[in-house]
């Protein structure tokens, strides 16, 4: 069946060093939408960034990823953490395939910025 | 903006126990959705809906039961509570299915002692 895995469990780095979040997938469908959400801490998980075209960047809040069905990856990247970008974060996928049953989510990353 | 309301916030109770969570999405939305977030399991669906009175099995139903009453409200229902369900308990709505935003609510820390 489909499947996402995010391989850091725990991600800590320095203020102002950019990050890297990993995100792979696995589908048959050759059409996903692949998805970032973001969990703030005492706060309801939320969208990030979202997208289903192949090799397109997209962007939002300074995070930025790009979708490549070549490689079922989907990985999150920031040029210069901040300390506010202390979070939660899921890649999530959703195949058309699977009707309302919505997506599916990877474990998890958590990422903890210090100064 | 969207709405997703959950009730209650925490919950400590007993194994063996009886707890119903609640939740309320004014979107308009036809699809809602229960997950539970646990520590390197990341968020896993328990049970959602299409609609008032649908009701589908999603991958951890074990031990719940789920009701839609309305387009507005889902429950989630624990009707004999295991510390193995102590957990954050998620509630979404969704416009639709693929490539729609999942809308969540605020959470309900659930605790079986």
């Known amino acids: 069946g489909d499947s996402v895995t995010q391989t850091e469990g725990l991600v800590t780095l320095t203020e102002g060093l950019p990050v890297m979040l990993n995100c792979t997938y696995q589908?048959?469908?050759?059409?996903?939408?692949l998805f970032w959400y973001v969990h703030y801490l005492n706060e309801s998980p939320r969208l990030l960034l979202k997208?289903?075209?192949?090799?397109k960047r997209t962007e939002h809040q300074g995070f930025h990823a790009t979708l490549h069905k070549s490689s079922s990856s989907f990985h999150l990247q920031k040029s210069s953490a901040q300390l506010s970008d202390s979070a939660l974060y899921y890649c999530?996928?959703?195949?058309?395939?699977?009707?309302?049953?919505?997506?599916?989510f990877g474990t998890g990353t958590t990422v903890s910025v210090s100064p | 903006e969207a709405a997703v309301t959950q009730s209650p916030r925490n919950k400590v109770t007993v194994t063996g126990g009886n707890v119903t969570l609640s939740c309320r999405q004014t979107?308009?939305?036809?699809?809602m959705y229960w997950y539970r977030q646990d520590t390197g399991h990341g968020l896993r669906l328990i049970h959602y809906?299409?609609?008032?009175?649908?009701?589908q099995i999603g991958d951890v139903p074990d031990g719940y039961k789920a009701t839609r009453t309305t387009q507005e409200d889902f429950f989630l229902l624990l009707e004999l509570a295991s510390p193995s369900q102590t957990s954050l308990y998620f509630c979404?709505?969704?416009?639709?299915?693929?490539?729609?935003?999942?809308?969540f609510g605020e959470g309900s820390r659930l605790i079986v002692v």
């Open positions: 999530a996928l959703s195949d058309p395939h699977q009707g309302g049953r919505a997506l599916i």
């Open positions: 979107n308009s939305h036809n699809y």
């Open positions: 979404a709505s969704s416009g639709g299915p693929s490539g729609n935003t999942l809308y």
């Open positions: 997208s289903s075209t192949d090799n």
């Open positions: 809906s299409y609609g008032a009175g649908n009701l």
């Open positions: 589908t048959i469908y050759s059409n996903p939408f």
